[in-house]
């Protein structure tokens, strides 16, 4: 009796940490055979809007995995129409393996949402479920989601800690498209994707119009930011034509300015060594901050947008002192464009349509008074600009009251 994993993904595109995970698995389950299912159509998300097309996701998947003997990849899941569910992939398999033990090896997220799957107890019927864990306080939860699949679905669950790359799909498309994710993939993978330019590798992208900017922006993002960023982009161009500003520089700052906020912190670093950005030990101890300075570089370097543009970008986060209007503009539509819904969001949009100045400061005072209630440190340039605009409008009150 062989023992078999079942490897399934988007694929979109097959990355060394895909390739560390599946080594991993096949060592420590003593797997005779994984079988690597790239996804058709998979029913707990959208396929990424700027991805690859099926036949380049399974060529790719293909020359990632080449250089193991044990796996195999399989088109079961391409050919199939509609929606490609796990439980009907699996009793193919077991219906082509009847006498195998089957395995199928997932990571941590999937895992704990796996009761949520379509017919879980299909899957259970026939295959032990593996999951993966990356650090040890997840085994607990993982060990308590296991014990509930056992009572709920008889389920058979083994719990792995596994080595791994911080890769994600949506990261590793974006590092390819903002030009230096070739070491996230092997070089047969690299080379096929620029042989072929997908994710925009070898496309020049500059002096795009709006709507193709638009959908490239929102492809490399990760799917639930995308409503914000469409609602920043539209603030912003309203904002634009209230006070007077730029409209096409506000709606493309707006589209573009969480360009690499999905990325992680090691790949923001990455970034900014990559862009010769010079960071002081604040930024380097507060990474989440730097997507407002990669993303202006990428789009400085990556699109070619124009300088108002990427400076709004840059200070879209933090503020700083003098501020044009434009970059005054992004810092509060990103604030309050309409998917915003803190408790204190109403004063601050009402302020923001009435008088910029007065709305930064209230911006500022919100910012800050959150970062110390988590005790974080405060940026030095959100500190002065914080003291600059309630300097002017203490010089705007008092000319207004001589």
Request: glycine letters at 6%; aromatic letters at 8%; proline letters at 3%.
């Amino acid at each position: 009796m062989a023992k078999i994993g079942i490897f399934g993904g988007s694929f979109d595109p097959p990355h060394l940490g895909h390739v560390l995970a599946l080594e991993e698995f096949q060592r420590k389950l003593s797997l005779d055979r994984v079988i690597v299912i790239p996804a058709g159509e998979p029913p707990h998300k959208q396929l990424a809007s700027g991805g690859a097309s099926s036949e380049h996701r399974l060529q790719m998947t293909r020359l990632a995995v080449s250089h193991l003997p044990y796996a195999e990849v399989s088109d079961l899941e391409l050919r199939r129409e509609g929606k490609s569910y796990t439980a009907l992939t699996v009793e193919a398999l077991r219906q082509r393996y009847p006498q195998d033990q089957l395995f199928l090896l997932m990571g941590t997220d999937m895992f704990l949402s796996f009761s949520s799957w379509y017919e879980p107890h299909r899957i259970t019927a026939q295959a032990t479920l593996v999951a993966a864990y990356r650090m040890k306080d997840q085994n607990g939860r993982l060990e308590t989601c296991a014990q509930r699949l056992r009572n709920e679905l008889g389920a058979e669950c083994v719990l792995l800690e596994n080595a791994f790359l911080p890769y994600s799909s949506t990261g590793t498309r974006a590092m390819l498209t903002f030009g230096c994710g070739a070491d996230y993939i092997s070089a047969e993978v690299y080379d096929y994707i620029s042989r072929n330019r997908l994710y925009y590798v070898g496309v020049n992208l500059i002096g795009l119009d709006f709507d193709t900017l638009r959908s490239i922006s929102l492809s490399l993002h990760d799917r639930k930011r995308v409503p914000h960023v469409i609602g920043c982009s539209d603030t912003a161009g309203s904002l634009a034509q209230l006070y007077g500003a730029n409209y096409e520089d506000a709606r493309r700052a707006g589209i573009l300015h969480d360009i690499t906020k999905a990325l992680n912190a090691q790949e923001q670093l990455k970034l900014c060594d990559h862009y010769g950005i010079i960071l002081d030990h604040f930024y380097r101890e507060n990474p989440k901050l730097l997507h407002a300075k990669t993303g202006a570089e990428v789009a400085r370097r990556v699109f070619g947008e124009d300088e108002a543009v990427c400076r709004a970008i840059c200070w879209h986060t933090t503020g700083k002192a003098d501020m044009s209007i434009l970059e005054k503009i992004l810092y509060l539509a990103d604030y309050v464009e309409p998917n915003r819904s803190f408790d204190t969001v109403e004063p601050l949009r009402r302020l923001t349509f009435t008088d910029l100045d007065a709305a930064m400061v209230l911006g500022l005072q919100m910012t800050m008074e959150q970062l110390r209630g988590q005790e974080r440190l405060i940026d030095p340039n959100s500190i002065a600009a914080l003291r600059f605009y309630q300097e002017r409008n203490r010089d705007h009150e008092i000319i207004r009251q001589q």
